[in-house]
C-alpha cells in the first residue's frame, strides 16, 4: 500500500512554489493557510539543516565517553593496562559503526534505486550487535555490556532516531552479548545472533503495533531477524583474526584444545603414560576448584592439561613414569639431575610456541 501511494504521488505534476530572500512567510494577524504553513515548515527544517546535527552529535559522543571512562575507572580499575583488551573495545564499536554508517550511506545510492520500502529498512539493516558479542567473547560480561550501550547510543546518535531506536538498538545488543557468555562451539555464536535479532524484531513488531503500522513492522521484523543470523555469522568470521592479532584465546579455543586427539595430548599418552594421567587427575580438580570459587573452569582444565609437555623430551627423569625401570638420576650428579628436572619448563615453552 505505502509503495502504491508513493508510485502515485511521483505520476503527479508537482506545483512549486518559489520563495524569495526577503519575502515575509507569517505575518501577525493573519489567518494561516495550508500553503503558507508549508513554507513555514520549510524554512524551519532549512534552518535545521542550516545548524547542522553536528555539535549535538559531538556532545552525546563525548558524553557517553566520558560516561564510559568513569565505568570503567570504577568497575576495573586496571583494564586501562591491557591493551590488547582495550584495543579490542575500541575498534569492535569502531568497526560496527564503520559496517552501519556504510549501510545507512547505501540509501542515497542508485542500488536502491529510490525504493522507499528498501530504504525504510536501512535502520534494521545495521550489525547493531558485532561489537558487544565480539567484547563478550573476547574481553568478558561488564566491558560487553558497557559496548552495548556505548554502541546503541552511537546507532540512535548517527541515525539521529529517538527512544525506541536506542531501545532496539540496545535490547538486541544486550540480548546478542548475553548468549556469548560461556562461548564453547562456534555454532553458539550463530545462536548469539539469531537472539538478538528475534529480540529487535519483537521489539519492532511492538512498537509498530503500538503506532498503528503493523504492516511495516512485519518487514522490519523480518529484516532484524535476518540480520541477527547475520551478525552471528559476522563474528564468527572476526573471531579467528582478533584472536589472532591480539594473542587472546576466547573459550571456543580452550575448548578445542582439551580434545584428546591433540597431537601434543596423543604423543604424552605414548611417550609419558604418568605424566599424561598426571595432568589429566590435575585437570579435573582444578576444573571443579574453578567452579567451586567462579573462575574459568576451561581455562583451568586446558593449562592443567599442557602444563607438563615439556617432560616428553625426557620423560624417564620424572618418578610418574618410572614404574619398576631404574631411576637414571642415580646415574647423575646432584646438580646435572636438577638441571634436568628445571628444563622441562624450557621444553614445554618451546613446544607451546611451536603447536601455536
Known amino acids: 500500500t505505502a509503495a502504491a501511494q508513493d508510485r502515485a504521488i511521483q505520476e ?7 520563495v524569495m530572500k526577503g519575502d515575509k512567510i507569517l505575518e501577525k494577524g493573519v489567518e494561516v493557510d495550508e500553503l503558507t504553513l508549508e513554507k513555514y515548515e520549510k524554512y524551519l527544517d532549512g534552518k535545521i539543516k542550516d545548524m547542522d546535527l553536528l555539535p549535538k552529535r559531538v556532545f552525546v559522543t563525548f558524553a557517553t565517553f566520558l560516561f564510559s571512562v568513569v565505568y570503567v575507572s ?5 583494564f586501562w593496562k591491557d591493551g590488547a583488551r582495550s ?5 569492535a564499536i569502531l568497526v560496527n559503526l564503520g559496517l552501519s554508517r556504510i549501510i545507512l550511506e547505501l540509501g542515497g545510492t542508485d542500488l536502491f534505486g529510490g525504493n522507499a520500502l528498501l530504504t525504510g529498512l536501512l535502520p534494521y539493516f545495521m550489525p547493531i550487535a558485532f561489537a558487544p558479542m565480539v567484547v563478550m567473547i573476547t574481553v568478558g560480561p561488564r566491558m560487553g555490556a558497557l559496548s552495548a550501550l556505548m554502541a546503541s547510543i552511537f546507532h540512535a546518535s548517527m541515525q ?8 532496539i538498538s540496545l535490547s538486541s545488543a544486550l540480548v546478542g ?6 562461548v564453547r562451539l562456534r555454532g553458539s555464536v550463530l545462536k548469539a545472533g539469531a537472539m538478538a535479532g528475534l529480540t529487535g524484531a519483537v521489539m519492532a513488531l511492538c512498537f509498530g503495533f503500538a503506532s498503528g503500522s503493523g504492516a511495516v513492522a512485519v518487514n522490519h521484523a523480518i529484516a532484524s531477524l535476518v540480520v541477527g543470523v547475520f551478525t552471528g555469522g559476522l563474528v564468527l568470521g572476526a573471531m579467528p583474526l582478533v584472536e589472532n592479532a591480539f594473542k587472546v584465546a576466547t573459550d571456543a579455543t580452550l575448548f578445542e584444545l582439551t580434545d584428546f586427539n591433540h597431537p601434543l595430548l596423543r604423543r604424552m599418552q605414548v611417550e609419558a603414560p604418568g605424566t599424561y594421567h598426571h595432568s589429566l587427575m590435575g585437570a579435573n580438580l582444578s576444573e571443579n576448584a574453578a567452579l567451586t570459587v567462579n573462575a574459568n573452569p576451561i581455562l583451568c582444565r586446558a593449562c592443567s592439561l599442557f602444563h607438563d609437555i615439556g617432560k616428553m623430551s625426557q620423560p624417564d627423569y620424572f618418578t610418574e613414569n618410572q614404574g619398576g625401570f631404574e631411576n637414571p638420576h642415580g646415574r647423575q650428579n646432584p646438580a646435572m639431575s636438577a638441571l634436568i628436572i628445571k628444563s622441562h619448563v624450557k621444553e614445554g615453552i618451546e613446544m607451546a610456541r611451536e603447536h601455536r
Not at 160 to 167: F, K, M, P, Q, V
Not at 177 to 182: T, V
Request: charged share 15%; net charge negative.
Open 12 to 18: 503527479m505534476d508537482q506545483p512549486k512554489v518559489s
Open 74 to 78: 570504577l568497575v576495573l580499575p586496571n
Open 87 to 91: 584495543t579490542i573495545v575500541a575498534i
Open 160 to 167: 539521529n532516531a529517538g527512544i525506541e531506536a536506542l531501545s
Open 177 to 182: 552479548a548475553y548468549f556469548c557468555r560461556d
